[in-house]
């Protein structure tokens, strides 16, 4: 599948008065919640599932899923946006912040940038720092289990990005001294990603 250039932009963008402000640029209002998955959507066994930390850490760490139920719970509100333009605001999520799996391993000086792995085989990086400020490691969507098709058992959602970097059915986190590109963003998706600049692709893509 091809990167999707050339966006069109809706010539109308709906939202109620006060919630406008907290729509980005080119982004729209959805009361939906919709699917978007690139291939094949990963069968997940929760009895096998492990959750790893690795690379630029003290001590490498795998977690089973009763192990990951006894970490600290809590729930994140957040805004939603994704880069095929549409935006759903308040989300709630509940589960584990990426931070407390990551304090499990021990974070290493060197350890810079973070690549989130999933099942299926989906990657995507991001920054340490924004990983351990808002990281979240959910499990539960608006008050139900996540969807299968939404990531279960286990999603990162990081508010502050487009979605693409909120990886479903993610099951590892690896610690990099320097940044290496995932899935998307080896395919012209911008690597800051940041829904308020309107960060969709590579700049050199847009010219
Ligand atoms: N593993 C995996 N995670 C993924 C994707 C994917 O294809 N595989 N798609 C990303 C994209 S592009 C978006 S917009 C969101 C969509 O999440 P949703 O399907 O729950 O709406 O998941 C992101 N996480
Ligand atoms: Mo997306």
């Known amino acids: 599948m091809e990167p999707q250039f050339g966006l069109k932009r809706p010539d109308q963008v709906k939202e109620a008065p006060d919630q406008g402000e907290r729509v980005p640029p080119g982004q729209f209002l959805s009361k939906r919640f919709p699917v978007l998955t ?3 959507r ?3 066994d929760i009895s096998l599932w492990t959750f790893r930390v690795f690379g630029v850490v003290d001590q490498e760490i795998t977690l089973s899923w009763k192990q990951f139920t006894e970490l600290d719970w809590v729930t994140l509100t957040a805004d939603f946006h994704c ?8 989300q709630s999520w509940e589960g584990v912040r990426a931070a407390t799996v990551l304090d499990l391993a021990g974070v290493r000086p060197q350890a810079k ?3 989130a792995h999933c ?3 989906y990657t995507t990086n991001l ?3 924004m990983v351990l400020e808002e990281g979240f490691l959910a499990h539960r969507h608006n008050g139900a289990e ?3 098709d ?11 990005r487009y979605a693409w970097k909120s990886a479903k059915w993610v099951n590892g986190l690896e610690l990099m001294s320097e940044d290496s590109p995932g899935f998307w963003e080896q395919r012209g998706y911008n690597n800051n990603a940041d829904p308020w600049k309107e960060e969709r692709f590579w700049p050199e893509l847009t010219r």
């Open 127 to 129: 920054p340490l720092d």
């Open 83 to 90: 880069v095929t333009q549409w935006s759903a605001l308040d």
């Open 150 to 160: 939404h990531g279960w058992p286990l999603r990162l959602i990081v508010p502050s």
């Open 113 to 115: 940038f973070v690549m």
């Open 42 to 44: 990963p069968e997940v």
């Open 119 to 121: 099942f299926g085989g």
């Open 146 to 148: 996540l969807g299968k």
């Open 38 to 40: 690139y291939g094949s």
